[in-house]
């Protein structure tokens, strides 16, 4: 339910993406030029404007522009007198456009706890190009003129920090559903852009799991579904569930501070360099193969390689078959990787320059690490279909089953960036995000060491393990090396480089001692 959540919401982010930069295309060109408006003593941007204009649209968010800046109707006339007609037009499309997801929020309300919010009651704006009909806006307080504001950003902060313990309730953010005080205190709304793509983005998030984060965490608590668990996680693996499920319900945008702007910058621009525009990153992608043999074993692995490449002129017919099959592999390209899967995530209101960047340079690497998914994929959906589920008789449930397992094949073998397959370590904020780059196949590798080790209760599976650790460890700890070139200098020191190489290898599954032995026995993964 998860998996199908995450891939309904990628795809419905991108046609809300391209709506927003379609209303803001005749206008993005100037929401940054700064104006000066004697009435109210002050410069602004005309984004600000713009996005105090959107406050406008309805009673309580109008009360709370004039209480939070004490601004009077007269101001208030100068803001609008001061916006064009072009821009006053893409405000009432921004309106509209948030309206759109009303009735199936309310929806999912009345599903969830059996009422219909009461609607925030559009009023008219009258200005000099016109009357407009106005619209619901979220409300957002700036954390910089706003005390209660501020505190509750240092709160946040506090939590990307150091942590906290509160799982005893999995819940989308629902903001956007909740009945509105008569007034908001005093507090400064925030004048903020990102007011508009984090609260669609939170809406959408809302809408497509909230349903199946509550289904989730019913499970979870089924007493023996958690004593099954238990027995073969362990109890903290048990408690893990909780926070990992947290997570997956808290995966929205919110406004950023600074020192948060600061580290994502930081980690965008060495996540392109490192994994966007190096070659040496894309050429060891097709190692993740061995992976793959290690999940769905080699029978099925040479099976998914020949059915996908056994025919070159007809791979792109079969890539599209594929995709037309999984949701998850439609939208594979966007969140192989967690530190990629952040850098496009969202919306955006225009495109940058670094977008543009951003989005040149990970299609390389996106497009060599379908080249092993793909075959994974389809090997995988074969066995299903032959040895796992092919005892189901219904055709429809056992092809759902089949694309259920070839998904998951994939996730398992080549790890994911989506909130959902992320370790704890991976899911705090910006600041531990930082110290856990170019982890996700790390973590994926860390998995599938922990799942053979589980699967070892015998000697009689001790030359699977044996197999396993040739896969996962011996092979592409020289094999990454050999296809980057930075093999040995010197035949003679073949034997001495290859040890070190297999010796290291494993430390990178753990954060802080992978760190560690880079900086004492050499680099791995860091080069520029």
Known sequence: ??????????????????????????????????????????????????????????DGNLLRLKEGYGWNDAQLEAIKNELTK????????????????????FAVEKRMNGRTPERVVPVPVA????????GYFPISYDADLSETAFMREQKDLDQTLFGGRNYGAAQT????????????????????????TNHVYNVIHDITHREAVVNVAKIIKDPEVKSLMETYLGIEGYREMWPWLQSVARDVQEPMNQLHRWARWARKGTTIMQM???????????LGILQTVDVIGKDYTMRGLAYMYGQPSKFPEKARLVMEKSKF???RVQAFDRDVRDAMKGLTLKDSVMQEVERFAYKGIGMAQMGVDLPTWWGAYEKALQVEYKDVQDVDAREKKAIAYADSAVRTSQGSGSTLDLSRIQRGGEFQRLLTMFYSYFNTLYNLTYRRAKQTTSYKDVPQLAASAMLLWFLPAVLSDLVSGRGPDDDDEWLPWAAQKIGLYPL???VGVRDVANAAFGEFGYQL
């Not at 379609?22 to 104006?35: E, Q, T, Y």
């Not at 200005?127 to 106005?134: C, E, K, L, S």
């Not at 709304?189 to 508009?196: G, Y």
């Open 173 to 196: 953010k629902q903001g956007h559903l909740k009945e509105r005080a008569a007034g908001g205190g005093g507090q400064a709304i925030a004048l903020d852009l990102s007011v508009i």
């Open 1 to 58: 339910a998860l998996a199908d959540a995450e891939a309904e919401q990628i795809a419905r982010l991108k046609p809300a993406s391209e709506e927003l930069r379609r209303i803001f295309d005749p206008i993005k060109k100037n929401l940054g030029k700064k104006v000066t408006l004697p009435a109210l003593n002050d410069s602004f941007t005309r984004g600000e404007l713009f996005v105090a204009f959107l406050n406008m649209g309805n």
């Open 329 to 331: 592999m439609e939208n």
């Open 86 to 105: 072009e821009e006053m037009d893409a405000a009432q499309a921004v309106w509209d456009f948030i309206d759109t997801f009303r009735e199936e929020s």
């Open 127 to 134: 200005t000099r190009n016109g009357v407009y009909r106005g």
């Open 276 to 286: 966007g525009l190096k070659i040496t990153t894309m050429i060891q992608q097709p």
């Open 508 to 510: 990178q599954m753990l």
